[in-house]
């Protein structure tokens, strides 16, 4: 399998690319110290959740990002939790479908995540390899020290899929001493 060229290397700022930097506001991106998306804060419950107006369950809203109908998923922490300041049963996770990947639309979103986060976890050339030999089914940017991720997913039948992932401090902690553990292994 070739490596897209989006993953290898961001190339240089397109007129697409960087006509996407207004785009970011349409995503709804925030100054760092990350609380959530938009409404969607951590810490709320499934019933705050489910009370949202974009949101027709406790574990599905609908929002217009980027000119298209996105679906985020809400994952809220599981019972016991050690370590977190979170309560359990508390939002913790909010993943963004941006559909299917092409190395146009992993560039933009690079871009319009760049023009408001900063990257602090690039993809290691292990991760690549790892991903190329299908060692591992996701590759993982990381922006505010992992309070914001880039996702590129393999999905089962060989497709691939681009999410945007929020999520709180425990949880970017968690990712990073993960990375850290294990440089070379798949993230």
Known sequence: MKLPS????????????????????????????????????????????????????????????????????????????????EPAGKLAKITIDMGQYTDEWYEQLQVILAASYHLTHDLTEANKQSFLAQQQNELNLGYEDGQVLLKVVRRPFGNMALKVVYQNAALAKAFIQQRQAAPSSPN
């Open 6 to 85: 989006g993953i290898r290397r961001m190339r240089t700022c397109s007129l697409i690319a960087c006509a996407s930097i207004v785009l970011s506001g349409a995503l709804g991106l925030a100054e760092p110290g990350i609380d959530g998306f938009r409404e969607l804060k951590f810490g709320m419950t499934e019933q705050d959740v489910s009370a949202l107006p974009d949101c027709n369950s406790s574990t599905e809203c609908l929002y217009e990002l980027t000119d298209k109908n996105r679906y985020l998923e809400v994952t809220y922490l599981p019972d016991n939790v050690p370590g977190t300041p």
